[in-house]
């Protein structure tokens, strides 16, 4: 039972990681995938949420309760603050991490809107479509 957990934990940890580089980077998928871009959005705007107001991200609580049914303490103070500050960049550049991700996102927002326009203009009017 204790490895299934263990396994489970490292599951949902993955996870997390794959739902933040999600978040970053998903609106990207929408240049090629433009229905895509409805998912991301929800994604993108819970990500902020959770990091904004005081709301428990589901992934974390999923984890510290795995880590509990293990005999583990909750991670101090939540996913971002054990994996990710002074881990994977140091805490201090935050506000630039966090600008950094926002324009990422908003420059895969403009680029999908930039492709969806041009495969609008594509269209002929009979409803086939010349390029794209």
Not at 30 to 50: D, E, M, N, Q, Y
Not at 82 to 94: A, C, G, H, N, S
Request: glycine share 10%; aromatic share 14%; with cysteine.
């Amino acid at each position: 039972m204790q490895g299934l957990l263990t396994a489970l934990t490292f599951l949902t940890t993955g996870v997390h990681f794959l739902a933040l580089l999600y978040i970053g980077l998903g609106g990207f998928l929408a240049w090629r995938w433009p229905k895509s871009i409805f998912v991301h959005i929800f994604f993108a705007l819970w990500g902020v949420a959770v990091n904004v107001l005081p709301l428990s991200c589901p992934l974390t609580e999923l984890e510290d309760r795995l880590r509990k049914l293990r005999g583990l303490e909750p991670l101090p103070g939540g996913f971002n603050e054990y994996y990710i500050y002074d881990t994977v960049f140091p805490r201090e550049l935050l506000p630039v991490v966090g600008t950094g991700a926002l324009a990422l996102v908003v420059s895969s927002y403009v680029g999908a809107y930039v492709r969806w326009h041009a495969r609008q203009e594509s269209v002929t009017s009979d409803g086939r479509t010349i390029a794209g």
